[in-house]
């Protein structure tokens, strides 16, 4: 592998990165107003978090991955840590009735964002070690499946189903380029899956957005079910209202009418909408040609990997940006039921922007040592002749 990819992977990122900080700075404009008396208040703080970010993924890309293998001790106090942080968000007031957040200082943090990478790594470095036995039932499957559940069942009690379904999919990835068998992973996703559903059904709220997406009634008899899929609607609905204002050019950065409390959620997770609204089908179009060219470069970054850790992890850290990505976009164009989910790099919120840049890195990680491997058994080999 050479650097061509490693450094059009950067850009692709950097450009995923500015564009978001040009949308925000729009999109918070009147909420940052209203609530702050600032109309650059959440710019400002989203400019910090992206240098930060920045210096986390440069950090991440210093860093051997082969060291969460090597010191084994490294993955275990990660994940510990982060099961520590999901269970300490239970001694905090819920905000909008789930308990996400820990208050430190002047921002909240989410450890959820966290677990969707601890599960990642722990499932990468555990199977990469089992090597063949991950085959096997108990060693394979039944282990991954209680390190992923340690992690998972903390955030489904938040509740937190959207983070709670990256987390899945980014786990039942990570096993299957392992190797362990698709019949192992159908039989325990079943279990996890009816668990899930399970609370799912149990939740008036989440069954309230179900109903407002396939068009039918929330409860039989109205009430809080019924207004949260009438509220679910309406985000729905405002952000298509967003998108077809702006057409094919946009009505020009700034002048969104939609931002101006119309869209719920107008800088954080629909932030989609009103960069379609003010830049038009351009801006839609090249969000989704950007995240295309970051997952592509993902890919082959990951398949040029020395060795199957490199390969997985990279893989593993890729999906859940895309996979993010895709499911924020498909929920502003209602393809999909309304879900807080953010668009990594765009929305506002830091600890969802540092794990994003913490995936960058890592993935850069990969590919970096990857290319000195390579260098030096070409040197070696140049010796020997």
């Not at 109309?39 to 989203?46: G, I, S």
């Not at 490294?74 to 942080?85: G, I, K, N, R």
Request: glycine share 10%; proline share 3%.
């Amino acid at each position: 592998m050479k650097k061509t990819p490693l450094f059009a992977f950067g850009l692709v990122v950097a450009a995923i990165a500015a564009l978001g900080l040009v949308v925000l700075s729009s999109a918070s404009e009147a909420n940052a107003l209203r609530i702050y008396g600032n109309p650059h208040h959440f710019m400002v703080r989203q400019a910090v978090f992206v240098v930060a970010g920045a210096l986390v993924a440069a950090l991440a890309a210093a860093f051997d991955y082969r060291r969460w293998r090597s010191a084994g001790v490294l993955a275990v106090l990660f994940y510990v840590c982060t099961l520590a942080l999901l269970v300490l968000v239970f001694h905090f007031k819920p905000i909008n009735g789930s308990y996400r957040w820990i208050p430190v200082g002047p921002v909240n943090m989410q450890p959820s964002e966290f677990a969707k990478i601890a599960v990642v790594v722990s499932l990468a470095v555990w199977l990469d070690k089992a090597g063949w036995r991950v085959e096997l039932f108990k060693r394979g499957a039944l282990s991954s499946a209680v390190i992923m559940g340690g992690l998972i069942l903390p955030v489904l009690f938040e509740p937190d189903f959207g983070s709670v379904l990256v987390m899945s999919a980014a786990g039942v990835l990570v096993m299957f380029l392992s190797g362990v068998r698709f019949t192992h992973i159908l039989a325990l996703g079943t279990c996890g899956g009816s668990l899930v559903l399970f609370k799912l059904f149990n939740n008036a709220n989440r069954m309230a957005r179900l109903a407002a997406f396939f068009g039918g009634s929330a409860a039989a008899g109205g009430g809080v079910a019924d207004e949260a899929s009438k509220r679910a609607a309406y985000q729905a609905e405002q952000a298509l209202v967003a998108i077809k204002n702006g057409g094919i050019t946009g009505v020009g950065l700034g002048e969104s009418m939609q931002k101006h409390f119309y869209l719920p959620e107008a800088h954080t997770d629909f932030i989609f909408a009103v960069g379609g609204e003010e830049l038009g089908l351009f801006f839609t179009l090249g969000v989704l040609l950007l995240f295309a060219a970051f997952f592509a470069l993902s890919v082959y970054i990951a398949c040029k990997a020395t060795d199957r850790l490199g390969r997985n992890i990279a893989l593993g850290m890729a999906f859940l940006v895309f996979f993010q990505a895709v499911f924020n976009l498909g929920v502003v164009c209602n393809a999909l039921p309304t879900k807080g989910m953010a668009l990594p790099f765009f929305s506002y919120g830091g600890t969802n922007m540092l794990c994003s840049f913490f995936a960058v890195g890592t993935i850069l990680s990969v590919g970096v040592h990857s290319l000195r491997d390579r260098k030096r058994e070409m040197i070696r080999r140049a010796v020997m002749k």
